[in-house]
């Protein structure tokens, strides 16, 4: 309220849709055993399993094209034909450049632009949080909390700054964490010790790094769980990792946002320490301690 006891009206930004794939991951359970065997191929390779004609979706599913059929209408596709053109636009989507995504005509008219721009980013923010779901969050921070499990971050061109972040964060309250580099040349011989107890977060954002794909595959061969931060389209990386976390990224720029996988690698790190604070509290003092110490 202001100083006459009028309360303000100020309303929160409507939230951006969930993706197809969201709203897959988020109603898998409710699915019948064949709409699940369509959701996974789906989802192991979104979005281009669903281009393929009814049959041969129905097929590499090991469903019936009846079947397969249903599974679209469930999702609120008039048919076929409907359910494709959905995935195409979706698929021009993840391949926008920063010179595509906006220009002097997008500008909004007498819209401040700090004002503009922060409604978009706190509805990205609501948008991100309502379409994890829960029991998803609280998986990946079960595997980052595993003391016998080694973590390592990493990240493409400007998604790796935040790898770097969550990693200088976890390397204080856990032990066996690090950054692994994204480009090939730097990450072939790390993959020596990956193994069954190694876990790889990876950030990964539209346009989709091809090297830092590589790598999760090549890990995810070799026994790792791999585990996505990404956006609402689905990195390639998804195809081979256990947990997926989605954030909401579109902002009034030409620019994709980060702040969702901020908020989501934040939320992680606050969890996880509560989760090993009795382990994690002497971390912190004894990194206290080296600050305060005079050189």
Known sequence: MNQSGMRHDRRLPPTAPPSLAERIRLEME?????EKRAAHLLLSHYPFAGLDTVAEFASRAGISAPSALRFVTRLGFSGFPDFQKHLREELEAQLLSPLAKAGPADKSQGAPALSSFSEAVI????????????AEFEAVVTLLSDPRRH???????FTGALARYAESHFRIVRSNVDFIEGQPALWRDRMIEIGKKDV?????IRRYQEDVTALCE???KQGATIVLLTDPWLSPIARVARHVL???????????SSAGLLLLTEAL??????RLWETAKPRMEAVERLRSEKA
């Open 30 to 34: 409710s699915f019948t055993p064949s």
């Open 123 to 134: 509805g990205n923010l609501r948008a991100t949080v309502e379409n994890i779901a829960p």
């Open 151 to 157: 973590i390592h971050f990493t990240g493409g061109r």
């Open 200 to 204: 790889i977060v990876a950030f990964d």
């Open 218 to 220: 090549t890990a995810a």
């Open 246 to 256: 989605p954030a909401h990224i579109v902002a009034p720029s030409n620019w994709d």
């Open 269 to 274: 790190v606050a969890t996880v320490t509560k």
